[in-house]
């Protein structure tokens, strides 16, 4: 078996089902914040490796991009065990999320854009939506910016959300402008 077929397997398969055996046994707050801590990681992954490899246009990092639909695949899963853990756990109910004021409503928005795109995160999704299957992905911009905020809230660090936000239009434009700083 290849190996970008085993990492397919296991994100798409292996993964939630050691995450949803960890969720069923374990029932720790601290586990699930760490699922979303993992989530925000592999997001920022998903979203920041493109522009960073076309910016620094190195070739050994351009294998690093036929990954990114995996990672985001994690971003999902690890997204749903820790939204939907939380909710199960704390008792919350969804009108919690209706609280513009709070750091839950930006993380539930986010998280619904987040499971369209793993939902569409395949083939099949690709064959049925055509052209619009790009339209849909673009979704994951929106994504980005409602977790970006959602964790500065949650950290009471809103310095956060201009940082990193900020440096990611300067390298998504940089990435536009065909701007290459190596090779």
Not at 57 to 86: A, D, P
Not at 95 to 119: E, P, R
Not at 133 to 147: G, H, I, N
């Amino acid at each position: 078996m290849k190996f970008k077929r085993v990492i397919q397997v296991v994100s798409y398969y292996g993964v939630p089902v050691i995450l949803l055996l960890m969720t069923l046994s374990i029932r720790d707050g601290e586990m699930l914040e760490s699922f979303g801590s993992i989530s925000y990681f592999f997001l920022l992954l998903v979203m920041f490796i493109k522009p960073v490899v076309k910016i620094l246009n190195i070739r050994m990092l351009f294998k690093t991009l036929i990954y990114r639909r995996e990672m985001g695949i994690l971003t999902f899963w690890f997204f749903l065990f820790h939204g939907v853990g939380y909710i199960i756990s704390q008792n919350m109910g969804l009108n919690l999320f209706l609280d513009t004021g709070s750091f839950l409503f930006y993380g539930g928005l986010g998280g619904l854009l987040i499971v369209i795109l793993g939902l569409t995160s395949n083939k099949m999704s690709q064959k049925l939506l055509k052209k619009n299957w790009k339209r849909v992905q673009y979704l994951s911009y929106a994504a980005l910016f409602l977790v970006l905020l959602h964790v500065s809230l949650a950290e009471g660090e809103i310095g956060l959300f201009f940082l990193v936000g900020g440096l990611f239009i300067v390298l998504k434009v940089l990435e536009f402008k065909k701007v290459k700083l190596l090779g």
